[in-house]
């Protein structure tokens, strides 16, 4: 899909220069500012897609993107013919039809491209992790050396994830001080691949009772004050944490419903969350939802994290995971049921060993059930793995 666009992106005249930064209208403090024009720009330059429907793409190198799209196109051709090929249709035997369209995925990032695969018909997403959403007015800012640099990281970035399914926090952190919004950028090469396109960008905070408050330009422009007195590295710093948090509407390109995904930068760990419960306010008024993680460090394994978990077991009514997700030692069994994918015997990094040996019995216990590709961590011997949740 992503080499359509390198043949788009040749008929697009060349923007010489930078602008000076690209204005953004200002809306009623219900509606926020709307970032949608800086969102296609990036879904064109960084996601390489359909300049040929009419974008505002702002200014940018079309050389360094073209170079940029030629490479990124060859990285996804394998991952769609080798893991979503075969991912796609066993999912859609395994989730069943009636659980929740409201997906919560902690310790996720903006793994949309795994979203997708799994809950395509999803109505509403929320993933939290460390990491911030980012600025996407930086793009207009970044002359062709700046912009090079920027999308080979990106792409180094969406290679390792497409080969190992699977993101470290440390590679994370080497993106914490590019300007491009890395979480906006990896949502929305997810939605090119799935086909779909965005719709509208906004960014939000948490308001203490878990409502959202999404950002006006009186809020941006104070935000913006305090970013300007800082220097060097803090200023990409302070300029993540005032963008932390986005929503991204997006539908199917030709037509579709309207879906909504939402990334909260959050630390999960207990001490976290109850000195600032806003996200757990937030969480708690989706009421019942649908849960998957994968890759998560097993943090849901340890006690230093019992809220997290806690909440999930609370409103989960259907979760999929690799085996960081919710290990059966934490499990009710006169509430809970488990099933079982792949081969699971021992973690490839450190796990609790009431985990790993709760795990371990599971596996033993149910019969053989085949995995045909790899699901976040695999398991020490390197197997795919992967285990369902679900309320009984």
Known sequence: MLHRARRALLAIPLL???????????STDDEGVDFTKEAKALFAVAACDHPENGYDFGPYDKKVVDAHCKKLGPIFEPYEQAWLAVARPFFDKLVPKDVPKTVVYPFGGADLLTVLAIFP????????SLEAGGDPRNLAHLDSKKLKRSLELHRRFLDK????NHSRTLDLGQLKLDPLPSQVVFALVGLHVHGYEPVRLRYFRVEADGSLHYLTAADIAEGDAGVSKA????????????????????????????QVYRHISANL???????????????????????????????LWWHNFDTIRGYLLGHLVWMVSDSTGIPPNFLDANVFE????????ATAIKGSKEGEAAYRKAWEEQPQRELPFMFGYPSKAQHAHLVVTRRK
Do not use: C, W
């Open 231 to 258: 220097r060097g590295h803090k200023k990409y710093l302070r300029s993540a944490e005032l963008f932390g948090n986005f929503e991204l509407v997006f539908k199917k390109q030709g037509g579709g419903p309207e």
């Open 16 to 26: 010489a220069t930078l602008a000076a930064g690209p204005a953004f209208a200002a």
């Open 338 to 345: 488990i099933e079982t994918y792949g081969k699971f015997r």
């Open 269 to 299: 760990d207990d001490e976290h969350l109850a000195a600032d419960p806003r996200v757990l306010k937030h969480l708690e008024k989706k009421g019942m939802v649908t849960a998957m993680t994968k890759a998560a460090s097993y943090l």
């Open 121 to 128: 018909d999803l109505q509403e997403l929320t993933s939290l």
């Open 161 to 164: 994830l497409v080969t190992v």
